[in-house]
Each structure stands twice: as C-alpha cells, then as structure tokens.
C-alpha cells in the first residue's frame, strides 16, 4: 500500500492513528456540522487525538472530536465535544460495519480536510499495532531516510 502524505489543505489530521494503527483501506465521510464549527475548523482549532468513529444502526458517528469554540462566536456557539454525524452511503456504512465486526478492526478518523469548499472527513478501517510492530517501522522509516542522504550525498 503506498504511502498517503498530508497535504496542505488538511484542517487537523490525526498522525499519532498511522503510528498505532495499520491502515487497510481509506473512505471518504462529509461531516454534519454547525456553522460556527465551519469556521473553528477554517481556523485550525481541532484536535483528532481522543477521536474515534462508531456505527449506530444505519448511521456512523464522530465521537470524541474536539473543535473548540469559534473565538468571535455569541451566545448560540457550538459544544466543543459532541458526537457528529458522518454523511456516506448506505452501502459503504454496511462494508464499514461487516469489517469492525472481524476480529481486531476499527474505524480511526484520520484528517479533517476542505474539498471543493466542503468538510470532509478522512476515516480508515485499522488494524492495532503491538509494540514490535512500531518499532519495525521507526526502523524501516530510518533506514529509507539514510539510504535518501546517502544518494543525495552522491548527487551533489
């Protein structure tokens, strides 16, 4: 599976789930929100960190996203931590479903991201890391890191 880098139009990603977590697949969500939320969001002031995702009957949740208060807000601003609902298909919620129910899978939401105007939500069924298993890939990520230096060395 190749390697998915941040872009720049990513609001708040969520770096520490590619750390504990084997991503296996990737969806797209949009994201059912107030506009004062919009506009934190538009500011960079969220966090993904205590964030996960959870399927209720038909529908699929964001439980545990902090967006904080709109600074410039009045009396009708939003709750910085409530449960939001994600916007997908219905089918793709049921194949969501049928993969937590294997043994050892979860849903991690892993970036808030504007797409034409619109936020959206990064969200991927993941396997939990052991404790070997991250310090492989700080392993590996070294080593592809000094192997980089070493032809950028001989380049120059």
């Known amino acids: 599976m190749a390697k998915e880098k941040t872009t ?6 969520n770096r520490r789930a590619r750390h504990d977590y084997e991503i296996l697949e990737t969806f797209e969500a949009g994201i059912a929100l107030v506009g004062t939320e919009v506009k934190s969001l538009r500011a960079h002031e969220a966090s993904l960190q205590e964030a996960y995702v959870k399927i ?38 049921v194949h969501l479903k049928r993969a937590t129910q294997e043994k050892g899978l979860t849903i991690v939401p892993l970036a808030i991201y504007l797409k034409e105007g619109r936020v959206k939500v990064k969200i991927a069924t993941a396997r939990g890391k052991k404790h070997h298993d991250k310090r492989a890939s700080i392993r590996e990520r070294q080593e592809k890191r ?4 070493a032809v950028k060395g001989h380049d120059v």
Do not use: A, W
């Open 8 to 13: 720049q139009n990513d609001l708040v990603s």
């Open 56 to 93: 209720l009957g038909d529908e699929i949740y964001l439980i545990g996203c902090s967006i904080n208060p709109y600074r410039f807000g009045n009396i009708h601003n939003h709750e910085e931590r409530r449960d939001r609902k994600l916007l997908m298909h219905k089918r793709e919620i």
């Open 146 to 149: 000094t192997i980089q230096r």
